[in-house]
């Protein structure tokens, strides 16, 4: 499967949810959501009732499109969070939001996730001192991530930082963006995740 490159509102309008693409126009009157609450196409007007595998697979597509991931780094995802202790819904969305460019995101340094991620990939921030590159890097507790020093001038990254402000910075999460950088305080719990998708869905997906 490759990456995605088209119009990324219709991907909203297909889940029925926002997936917060193009940051700040999520908020506003402008989004897809808002204009036309159905999905895309000559068809998106009527009325389906989904069956359960439907159902089960619209939420893995809407899952990894929130991500940002294709269906073999999903499926890994997956199974990682099979192989560990606790509630395999729960423990999947812990290891997807421990992401780096996630929690560049949650730092309010990126408009959006794929923004993030493309600022991770240009190397604009560095973990516990260090130059990292990889926007699926796991973070620890108590790891560190700030800006790099060369890139505290970048228009797109200033420009996040200024509407970030005021907006709810998650609990698991510490951020001073003043100094460009936060930390990894604990695992976010779900209750922690506003990800708005129905995990146990996906576990039976991939469960069947």
């Not at 060369?150 to 709810?168: F, H, M, N, Y």
């Not at 990894?184 to 995740?193: G, T």
């Amino acid at each position: 499967m490759a990456v995605y490159n088209g119009p990324v509102c219709r991907l909203c309008r297909r889940d029925g949810v926002k997936l917060f693409f193009k940051g700040e126009r999520c908020f506003t009157s402008k989004c897809a959501i808002e204009r036309r609450k159905y999905p895309p196409g000559q068809h998106g007007q009527r009325q389906r009732k989904l069956e359960e595998y439907g159902r089960q697979l619209r939420e893995k597509q809407k899952l990894k499109r929130i991500y940002r991931l294709l269906e073999r780094q999903f499926r890994n995802y997956f199974d990682e969070a099979v192989r560990r202790k606790g509630v395999t819904g729960d423990t999947l969305l812990q290891l997807l939001e421990m992401r780096l460019d996630n929690v560049v995101y949650r730092m309010g340094f990126g408009l959006s996730r794929r923004q993030a991620r493309q600022l991770v990939n240009h190397g604009h921030f560095v973990v516990n001192g260090k130059p990292v590159n990889i926007p699926s890097f796991h973070l620890r507790v108590g790891d560190a991530v700030a800006v790099a020093t060369k890139s505290r001038e970048a228009g797109a990254i200033v420009e996040a930082a200024r509407l970030q402000c005021g907006r709810r910075t998650p609990a698991w999460l510490s951020v001073d963006l003043a100094a460009m950088g936060g930390r990894v305080e604990a695992v976010p719990s779900r209750d922690q995740i506003d990800t708005q998708v129905e995990e146990q869905l996906v576990v039976e997906f991939y469960s069947r």
